[in-house]
């Protein structure tokens, strides 16, 4: 990049954060997620970094907040409200414990040791009390100025009006191992102004009652709980404040009151009366450590009564701290430790068009590789040509781009106001990337396909469709196994993998005696296969894991399956007019027929589902599954319910009975939440299947 070409992207950042960055924290509005703002200040932050020439005093990097609305009176700060830079590595850690080594001499180095807490996800508040009383509340405004919403945090119940005796201090102190710290709090008393700041934030449950109530009203609901708090205290009306269920939680003692520690300020705080984070926190005296609690918490989140976005990490010696100083907008001596981003942004530099196994032709984004959700996103899908319209995306595009749970990453967001006016159009196809047919699209979809059957990527995509798990399921035999025995023509079909031998696989690159033996069993070991399982790799279009359980269940053999006529199969539960015009026209194609039938020749069996079935007890249940399962895989759990006559599904909507709930869930939790399905634990699922 061109020192010229650097500049004009730096003052594209600046304006586009600070435009973020204003809707979000002035007037509580969020265009686009806070790791994605998050992921563009890193961007904005590497930049200066290696053009610090281009660095100015109004840039966000050196900058504390945004600037306070004007409906609230202005409150000047006793000292600037600053805030946190972010690491969301290991390495980014350690290059902060490097920065500030740098800057101290041997004997701090040795003394240095850390606290950290949850992150809370909430809005930043300051609490002045004078002489023990609550005096003035306010917000973090630019950091020097903020807005008084003193009226709005006295409705808040967990907030003290009036902090706790000297003595009720000092004796709590005392109890907690501190009794030179209570001694000198005795000398020094607690008269004065006493500054504290913290978070007000609303817990998971409380979040959800909050919108319940605003649809029972007709209102609308609130996005997150960060809005929500951030929304009820710039309220007017400190009426509808005190009806939000908030709540508050201090991290900060600015007053001097004797403290050596950020450990001792958490202790003084609880003892004050304040809500604290403490029995969430740990005091840790090495980077490991850090790295430790940050990982518990990252898959132990939802234990948490409210949202966090990662963990602080504070030099815990004050001396030291303080010492540190002051960069731009942050102190040194500490740093938010946040969860990989759930989005980020990127650079879209090409798009390429893939063709499915039932001829689909998907558009898909190639990117500059970024991390979202702690793994490397280099495409994203763009779905099919009315998406890409939608998004009014272009191949240059500065875009946001998303990755929720395992699904494939897509594009959330284009940010036109980073054109740079070399952007180009991206030009969806007329004919097939692959066989050259000229694609068709039948009227009320919006996907393109190739009609051809004979298409090689059509082909291609129908041989890993049907060795996947939900299918065949054929251990060891993945795609690039199987570009290999295509491109040697040794297979046309599926079927051919059945008619394979040792010795066909021997002349190939990497297959010795043992492997190709292995891969042959595996694939002999699949001749036996359940009817659903056998729908299934059909790959007969519409037709999922569920649709092809639901057919087996209903027919109970293919056979019956086959001569069904459209209106006995639209008397399966879910399948409606299109689905079923699929699964009909499927078994009319003579070219199906006689795959079906080469098949049995090469020993296929089918398996009816009474047969497979060990039991019938969880009939009519539908099982979705989110996390990390202890006792047994996602895959295995799965096996369990349908042996027992149950139905799983990979998507949570409201035909779905339970949610099991493992180690670090998905986005499914909140959706089960909402749509009122009742969540098992897995030790509720196991007795359940027992």
């Known amino acids: 990049m061109t020192k010229k070409e650097a500049k004009e992207r730096i003052e594209k950042l600046k304006k586009a954060i600070e435009h973020y960055r204003y809707l979000y924290h002035v007037l509580d509005k969020e265009e686009i997620s806070p790791s994605a703002l998050d992921s563009l200040k890193k961007e904005l932050f590497d930049l200066e970094q290696k053009f610090p020439e281009f660095i100015t005093p109004d840039s966000p990097t050196q900058r504390v907040g945004g600037k306070p609305l004007d409906k609230f009176e202005k409150v000047r700060h006793p000292t600037p409200m600053l805030s946190l830079n972010d690491a969301f590595s290991e390495e980014d850690l350690k290059d902060w414990f490097e920065r500030n080594a740098k800057l101290l001499d041997k004997e701090d180095l040795t003394k240095i040791d850390y606290y950290c807490e949850p992150k809370l996800d909430g809005l930043a508040i300051e609490l002045i009390y004078k002489d023990g009383i609550f005096s003035i509340g306010s917000t973090r405004g630019d950091g020097i100025i903020g807005e008084d919403v003193t009226q709005n945090l006295k409705t808040i119940e967990s907030l003290p009006l009036r902090l706790r005796g000297l003595e009720e201090v000092c004796k709590d102190l005392e109890k907690e191992g501190e009794k030179e710290l209570a001694k000198e709090i005795r000398k020094r008393g607690l008269k004065g102004e006493i500054v504290v700041r913290g978070e007000a934030i609303i817990t998971k449950k409380n979040f959800e009652i909050v919108n319940k109530e605003q649809e029972a009203l007709g209102l609308p609901t609130f996005a997150n709980p960060r809005n929500l708090a951030a929304g009820s205290i710039r309220q007017l009306d400190p009426k509808i404040?005190?009806?939000?269920?908030?709540?508050?939680?201090?991290?900060?003692?600015?007053?001097?009151?004797?403290?050596?520690?950020?450990?001792?300020?958490?202790?003084?705080?609880?003892?004050?009366?304040?809500?604290?984070?403490?029995?969430?926190?740990?005091?840790?005296?090495?980077?490991?450590?850090?790295?430790?609690?940050?990982?518990?918490?990252?898959?132990?989140?939802?234990?948490?009564?409210?949202?966090?976005?990662?963990?602080?990490?504070?030099?815990?010696?004050?001396?030291?701290?303080?010492?540190?100083?002051?960069?731009?907008?942050?102190?040194?001596?500490?740093?938010?430790?946040?969860?990989?981003?759930?989005?980020?942004?990127?650079?879209?530099?090409?798009?390429?068009?893939?063709?499915?196994?039932?001829?689909?032709?998907?558009?898909?984004?190639?990117?500059?590789?970024?991390?979202?959700?702690?793994?490397?996103?280099?495409r994203a899908t763009l779905h099919n040509e009315d998406e890409i319209k939608r998004l009014g995306v272009k191949i240059g595009d500065t875009v946001i781009v998303g990755r929720a749970g395992d699904v494939i990453p897509d594009i959330v967001k284009v940010l036109p106001e980073l054109r740079t006016g070399k952007e180009k159009e991206i030009v969806f196809p007329k004919k097939c990337p692959i066989c050259n047919t000229k694609l068709e699209k039948e009227e009320g979809e919006v996907v393109w396909r190739c009609p051809n059957p004979e298409c090689p990527g059509r082909k291609r995509e129908f041989f890993y469709h049907f060795v996947s798990k939900g299918a065949f399921d054929i251990r060891g035999l993945g795609p690039k196994i199987i570009d290999r025995l295509l491109d040697e023509g040794l297979i046309q079909d599926p079927a051919d993998l059945f008619e394979l031998k040792e010795g066909d696989l021997l002349p190939l690159e990497r297959f010795a005696e043992k492997s190709a033996k292995n891969l042959i069993s595996a694939i002999q070991s699949r001749k036996k296969i359940d009817l659903a399982r056998f729908i299934f790799a059909l790959g007969i279009r519409n037709v999922g894991e569920q649709t092809a359980r639901d057919l087996a269940n209903h027919f109970l053999s293919l056979e019956n399956l086959r001569k069904a006529s459209l209106e006995e199969l639209q008397k399966v539960k879910e399948i409606g007019p299109v689905v079923a015009k699929s699964i009909f026209e499927y078994f009319r194609d003579k070219r199906n027929l006689k795959f079906i039938e080469k098949l049995k020749k090469c020993g296929v069996e089918i398996e009816s589902p009474a047969k497979s079935l060990k039991s019938t007890k969880l009939k009519g249940l539908i099982f979705v599954f989110t996390g990390t399962l202890k006792s047994m895989t996602r895959e295995e759990a799965k096996k369990k319910v349908l042996e027992l006559g149950g139905g799983v599904s990979d998507s949570v909507s409201r035909k779905v009975s339970f949610l099991v709930l493992g180690e670090g869930p998905g986005s499914k939790l909140e959706k089960a939440k909402k749509l009122g399905i009742k969540i098992l634990s897995e030790e509720e699922f196991l007795k359940m299947i027992s």
Do not use: M
């Not at 950020?262 to 304040?274: E, M, R």
């Open 241 to 378: 404040t005190a009806k939000r269920r908030l709540d508050i939680s201090v991290y900060e003692l600015i007053s001097d009151l004797g403290q050596k520690t950020h450990f001792q300020k958490h202790k003084i705080l609880h003892a004050l009366g304040f809500k604290t984070n403490n029995k969430y926190s740990r005091y840790c005296k090495t980077l490991e450590e850090v790295i430790e609690f940050r990982e518990y918490w990252l898959k132990n989140r939802e234990k948490l009564p409210y949202e966090i976005d990662g963990i602080v990490v504070q030099i815990n010696d004050n001396e030291i701290f303080n010492k540190l100083g002051v960069v731009g907008k942050a102190p040194r001596g500490a740093i938010a430790f946040k969860f990989p981003l759930k989005q980020a942004t990127t650079k879209l530099i090409d798009v390429q068009f893939q063709v499915g196994r039932t001829g689909s032709i998907t558009p898909v984004a190639i990117l500059e590789p970024v991390e979202v959700g702690g793994v490397t996103i280099t």
